[in-house]
């Protein structure tokens, strides 16, 4: 069938989750498809933060740890995004950075494994994740980053492997692993399976339990609303959480914080990957983004979102074929995210072109056009607008203007 | 001079400082004492929290990264904090927590003094500094924290000592270290010197470089008024900066983190030691603190804090006497910090009967009553009243109650 726009009107009419919009702030006049990298606003965050600051804050000041129940706050939260991601409620917590979180399990993980020392990940993962790992190789002894493609990722897992660390859903091409094979695979070999979800939670099914994965990170501000640098989430299998100890051995993952004493005990179950004082304010941003997915049908809202990828791809080949894009994403939704890269010579300046046209997308080094698609707020007429825009664009080079080959610091 | 509650009306009266109480959102008929631990509210702070919400997560979305300079605020922040701890601005970030910025500058300072592995502190710091080092000595081959009363912290530099770390002012006496000869002696030994500064900063004068300091963290919510959980800080001497190596090598830490390059590459500066993305709504909040400071005659304002705890301690001597109370800190002016530490057999209920009163200090284990007075925002008759709280409670035993028994999560 040939999309028309008549067609994602009728879409958007019959679509369960289209009042949810409303939810969100979104600016007008704008199609903003980058909810992926930077989620948007919801309209209660605000009010929640102005409450946190004016009455938790202001008026209750350091009562509110109890009073407010900030101390309980990180494993609370932990426990929404459990839901989320298949896992139990006392295996997540909410924590730090996906980049801190990543060195606490990857340290944790390798020292647990007695005679393995390899992180095993695939080239191209998200930059991050193998930066940590490099900083993981420098701090501990023998301790080796090593990459293979990602197709060839099961075959490398051997006797040296410690860990697998592999980001479910790709940062750029959006391919999303197996996790239930690649997770068998790993533990069949003796190693421990780490899985970045930075995008996938709150874009795609996630079941860590399911798969019987052992160790996960994710991100905050993307795909569950947080705020820009929201605080991460981790997760660590029941199982494991009695014998793996975090390098950050701070105060708050102590299983007594407040008897100050001068020796180190580890608190029990999750919490001993707590480290500093949580973050109050980015907390109480993230848990209204989160609070957004539980009452929904996750596993329709995630389908949608799959809809909106293929309806872009179909339009993109309809519409603008002949006009240098490539397709960097796999047709087949089962095996991918909810954002589609497409690979444009100019990608740089396309995007700014959109951009400045009120389209929002990213572009990604080397020349990637990407486009998320949030099924809580992106509509199918969104998806039509962002494809005529990218066409107009294309046909008629408005692109090439000086303005738009100005590199910013962020890209 | 006994003093009296005229003197201290007086007092307030000729306080150059004293409009700057009308710039914090306090809660009315309650009397704060607990800044060192967490800062009170500025009125500014809950207004640019809701700018930074609604206008540039909300409408710049993803833009804002640069045109809001999200991308720049770790460093911009840092630069400012540099002015109140005597540091170049280049020399200091705004990044994680204090604990994780402790893992990162130990971990560095160890691995980058070859041959020596010891890291050297005292027993009955806090607790987190204790507990990150000994994290440190679990993930370093052959490091170890050793610990010796302070009073013998110089006599036990050796050739051993990689680095010495020590809080500037003692969370709990308030003791305060004479920065510059510790440094010096340090230095003399081949080691060097990580100060603390949590309860420094924003509380009495600190002068890293006059000092020659090599390293330093401080915590961004007790009286730089940041909010609860608000982003610490870090200070890397200049001259240590391209040697140093954090372990905690992520993404923003990168020479060019948008190019998305498999390998990590330090960037140039102080940049290295980000890690993950900032936290841009506990950034705001924090900014609207420091800001308060940087206007302000600085060694004034922390010479009426030392005003302000003389005071305290005198009145607790000349009222209180015979009812218990032991004094935890210095009578001496330039040896303490900006709070001071009663030892009672029942701090507990005594001072949940003074919270109920509206007098809010702390408890910390086993026996101390501590009291922040905090420049910006106390004033001499909070002082008077305190005491008087503190007179009438022990005075008439109606601390103890059953209700003042209870321990909290949170102490």
Same mark, same amino acid.
Request: charged share 20%.
């Given at each position: 069938?040939?999309?028309?726009?008549?067609?994602?009107?009728?879409?958007?009419?019959?679509?369960?989750?289209?009042?949810?919009?409303?939810?969100?702030?979104?600016?007008?006049?704008?199609?903003?498809?980058?909810?992926?990298?930077?989620?948007?606003?919801?309209?209660?965050?605000?009010?929640?933060?102005?409450?946190?600051?004016?009455?938790?804050?202001?008026?209750?000041?350091?009562?509110?740890?109890?009073?407010?129940?900030?101390?309980?706050?990180?494993?609370?939260?932990?426990?929404?995004?459990? @839901? $989320? #991601?298949? =896992?139990?409620?006392?295996? !997540?917590? &909410?924590?730090?950075? *996906?980049? /801190?979180?990543?060195?606490?399990?990857?340290?944790?993980?390798?020292?647990?494994?007695?005679?393995?020392?390899?992180?095993?990940?695939?080239?191209?993962?998200?930059?991050?994740?193998?930066?940590?790992?490099?900083?993981?190789?420098?701090?501990?002894?023998?301790?080796?980053?090593?990459?293979?493609?990602?197709? @060839? $990722? #099961?075959? =490398?897992?051997?006797?040296? !492997?410690? &860990?697998?660390?592999? *980001?479910? /859903?790709?940062?750029?091409?959006?391919?999303?692993?197996?996790?239930?094979?690649?997770?068998?695979?790993?533990?069949?070999?003796?190693?421990?399976?780490?899985?970045?979800?930075?995008?996938?939670?709150?874009?795609?099914?996630?079941?860590?339990?399911?798969?019987?994965?052992?160790?996960?990170?994710?991100?905050?501000?993307?795909?569950?609303?947080?705020?820009?640098?929201?605080?991460?989430?981790?997760?660590?299998?029941?199982?494991?959480?009695?014998?793996?100890?975090?390098?950050?051995?701070?105060?708050?993952?102590?299983?007594?914080?407040?008897?100050?004493?001068?020796?180190?005990?580890?608190?029990?179950?999750?919490?001993?990957?707590?480290?500093?004082?949580?973050?109050?304010?980015?907390?109480?941003?993230?848990?209204?983004?989160?609070?957004?997915?539980?009452?929904?049908?996750?596993?329709?809202?995630?389908?949608?979102?799959?809809?909106?990828?293929?309806?872009?791809?179909?339009?993109?080949?309809?519409?603008?074929?002949?006009?240098?894009?490539?397709?960097?994403?796999?047709?087949?939704?089962?095996?991918?995210?909810?954002?589609?890269?497409?690979?444009?010579?100019?990608?740089?300046?396309?995007?700014?072109?959109?951009?400045?046209?009120?389209?929002?997308?990213?572009?990604?080094?080397?020349?990637?056009?990407?486009?998320?698609?949030?099924?809580?707020?992106?509509?199918?007429?969104?998806?039509?607008?962002?494809?005529?825009?990218?066409?107009?664009?294309?046909?008629?080079?408005?692109?090439?203007?000086?303005?738009?080959?100005?590199?910013?610091?962020?890209?």
């Amino acid at each position: 069938m040939t999309l028309t726009l008549e067609e994602m009107q009728r879409r958007d009419a019959a679509d369960p989750f289209a009042a949810l919009r409303d939810a969100f702030d979104l600016p007008p006049g704008e199609t903003y498809l980058d909810g992926n990298s930077l989620g948007a606003l919801p309209h209660a965050t605000a009010a929640r933060l102005a409450a946190t600051v004016r009455e938790e804050w202001g008026k209750g000041l350091i009562r509110s740890w109890n009073k407010a129940d900030w101390i309980g706050a990180p494993a609370r939260l932990g426990g929404k995004i459990a @839901r $989320i #991601i298949g =896992a139990a409620p006392h295996e !997540v917590l &909410v924590a730090d950075s *996906t980049s /801190v979180n990543l060195y606490k399990l990857l340290v944790a993980a390798v020292q647990a494994q007695s005679g393995r020392r390899v992180i095993l990940s695939e080239p191209g993962n998200f930059p991050t994740d193998l930066y940590v790992a490099q900083g993981v190789a420098a701090t501990l002894p023998d301790c080796e980053l090593r990459t293979v493609p990602r197709d @060839r $990722i #099961i075959d =490398a897992i051997d006797e040296s !492997v410690a &860990v697998v660390m592999l *980001t479910h /859903v790709h940062y750029q091409s959006g391919a999303r692993f197996d996790m239930d094979t690649v997770t068998r695979a790993a533990q069949a070999k003796g190693a421990l399976i780490l899985w970045d979800l930075s995008h996938s939670a709150g874009a795609v099914p996630v079941d860590l339990n399911a798969a019987n994965a052992d160790l996960a990170v994710g991100c905050g501000y993307k795909y569950l609303n947080g705020g820009p640098g929201a605080p991460a989430f981790l997760f660590v299998a029941e199982r494991h959480q009695a014998v793996l100890r975090s390098p950050l051995s701070g105060w708050m993952g102590h299983a007594a914080p407040f008897e100050f004493s001068d020796e180190y005990a580890p608190g029990d179950g999750i919490r001993r990957f707590l480290c500093g004082t949580p973050p109050i304010l980015g907390i109480a941003a993230l848990e209204e983004g989160i609070d957004l997915f539980l009452s929904v049908d996750r596993p329709a809202l995630f389908a949608k979102g799959q809809a909106l990828c293929s309806a872009f791809i179909d339009l993109v080949e309809d519409r603008c074929a002949g006009l240098g894009l490539g397709l960097l994403t796999t047709r087949d939704a089962a095996v991918r995210g909810s954002h589609v890269s497409l690979r444009h010579a100019n990608a740089w300046p396309v995007m700014q072109a959109l951009i400045a046209r009120g389209v929002i997308g990213d572009f990604r080094a080397p020349d990637a056009l990407r486009f998320g698609f949030t099924p809580l707020y992106t509509s199918y007429c969104d998806v039509w607008h962002a494809v005529d825009m990218l066409h107009d664009i294309l046909a008629s080079g408005s692109w090439d203007q000086p303005d738009f080959h100005v590199r910013a610091a962020v890209t």
